[in-house]
């Protein structure tokens, strides 16, 4: 293997002779100082969301048992639905804060994303709690979670946008 001098911040193309593939050095954001970027306090932060939402799926389950209510069966107690709903509406955030996280780490910054990622999973702490009491205790958490949301899309939107224009 050899060496091959790369720009002044000191990164390295590292080759195998004769060949055309570098093995380590792109300087296009998905590679810092030659080496593969990595997403650790995004990748944290998804393990969490995902372990919350875990534990909305149990606290169905022990709702089911408590107020009597037999699977498929999804009405028949307030307090039963109310459970139910926060699990299905932490369900129907997922596919929206996932992709809008990991794509705001990747084109802004991974611990910015990951900041904004536990403010989310916070509002969504919030809406659980407050729901789980009254249907109109919901508005905070959501209101929360909403705006940490957004604002992942809406930067990762921009800068995407921002880089196709620019280059």
């Known amino acids: 293997m050899s060496f091959r001098d790369g720009p002044k911040d000191q990164t390295r193309n590292l080759e195998i002779p004769g060949s055309l593939t570098p093995l380590a050095p792109r300087n296009d954001g998905c590679y810092q100082r030659g080496i593969p970027a990595m997403y650790h306090f995004t990748a944290l932060v998804t393990c969490l969301a995902i372990l919350f939402y875990f534990f ?3 606290r169905v389950g022990k709702a089911r048992a408590a107020f009597g209510i037999k699977a498929p069966a999804i009405s028949g107690n307030p307090d039963f639905e109310r ?29 910015i994303a990951a900041v904004l990622g536990l403010v989310w999973i916070a509002g969504r702490i919030l809406y659980m709690t407050g729901y789980s009491q009254a249907a109109n205790k919901r508005s905070m958490g959501f209101g929360v979670q909403f705006m940490a949301g957004a604002a992942l899309w809406a930067g990762a939107l921009g800068m995407i946008v921002w880089r196709i224009v620019h280059g």
């Open 56 to 58: 909305t799926t149990t």
């Open 83 to 111: 459970v139910f709903r926060v699990q299905m509406n932490t369900l129907e955030w997922m596919p929206i804060f996932l992709p809008s996280l990991w794509l705001f780490a990747i084109y802004i910054s991974d611990p």
